[in-house]
């Protein structure tokens, strides 16, 4: 029943090399819930073997056949409007340097925010890091990034130790999960209001554009839920919203945290290696009434 990413269809064409880590046990079928087993290409249920799920273009497609339908439509009308609003798609260099150096024909100031906030995010990982006393360096545990649109973020997660997984109904070859297809996380299409994650089984799950891009508060609360139950305890679950401008969006993601039963957490304290770029932040934070563009909360033990 072990899984490898060794065994991942395109590991031996080079399409994906998930630094021989176990994912399948990350995940769940969409339809119940149950472990996933891989067998002969495609990932099973254990439960009914009826349901199955193929990778195709090295992407784990979990969803059922009504629901793969839809999220092509969405996926499809995202790569026709980015390509119409003369987005760039960016080569492999291009992808690795994002979020710091942004693509053109996006909006204004959409890259820079995306990196402050992640800039952010990582002060906060790194205080988490310390609390639980781990190394500066080696396997840091298991991420999900919801919403991982092209993978930029789960990139950097899988760079910095995480076994990443990436989520989202974004799945097209120039503005979703196709883009970086060398990628060592493990990319799945799935409805990122209802993230199919094995529970209790992430240090790490971040919400990479709001809880819900549809900003519904039932999507909300229904993606809220299912990220908590797929943390282990003591879990951070992140929600970055690069582009929060209302006071009153951030206070209701962190309503909806509190009311999940997770504790927020302060923003950590400055590291005196990073004084510079914290020098930045502040600036980019609250200190001169801008609005913090992550939020970060830890489950109970
Ligand atoms: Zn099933």
């Not at 990350?26 to 349901?51: N, S, W, Y």
Request: hydrophobic fraction near 45%; glycine fraction near 10%; include cysteine.
């Amino acid at each position: 029943m072990s899984f490898d990413s060794s065994d991942l269809p395109g590991a031996t064409g080079g399409s994906f090399k998930g630094r021989g880590r176990q994912y399948l046990r990350l995940l769940a079928c969409p339809i119940e819930g149950a472990p996933l087993a891989q067998e002969a290409g495609v990932a099973i249920c254990g439960d009914d073997r009826v349901h199955h799920y193929p990778f195709e273009d090295g992407i784990l497609r979990l969803a059922d056949t009504a629901q793969r339908a839809a999220l092509d439509a969405i996926s499809d009308e995202h790569e026709a409007r980015a390509a119409r609003d003369g987005w760039r798609s960016p080569d492999e260099d291009a992808f690795k340097s994002l979020p710091q150096t942004g693509l053109s024909g996006y909006p204004e100031n959409y890259w820079s925010q995306y990196a402050a906030a992640t800039a952010l995010l990582w002060r906060y990982l790194e205080a988490v890091r310390a609390q639980n006393g781990a190394l500066p360096v080696g396997p840091v545990g298991e991420a999900a990034v919801i919403g991982a649109g092209m993978g930029w973020l789960a990139y950097a997660l899988d760079v910095a130790g995480y076994a990443t997984v990436a989520i989202d109904a974004l799945a097209g070859p120039r503005y979703g999960l196709g883009v970086f297809p060398i990628a060592r996380f493990l990319r799945v299409q799935a409805d990122p209001v209802r993230p199919p994650l094995a529970p209790g089984m992430y240090d790490v799950v971040l919400y990479q554009e709001g809880l819900a891009r549809s900003g519904r508060e039932t999507d909300e609360v229904t993606a809220l839920a299912q990220g908590v139950a797929a943390l282990k305890p003591r879990g951070v679950l992140a929600v970055m919203n690069a582009f929060a401008d209302t006071l009153e969006q951030v206070e209701t993601v962190q309503a909806r945290l509190l009311d999940a039963g997770l504790t927020l957490m302060d923003l950590p304290p400055r590291l005196n290696w990073r004084a510079r770029v914290s020098e930045r932040l502040d600036q980019a934070l609250g200190r001169n009434g801008t609005l913090p563009p992550v939020i970060v909360a830890r489950k109970g033990s």
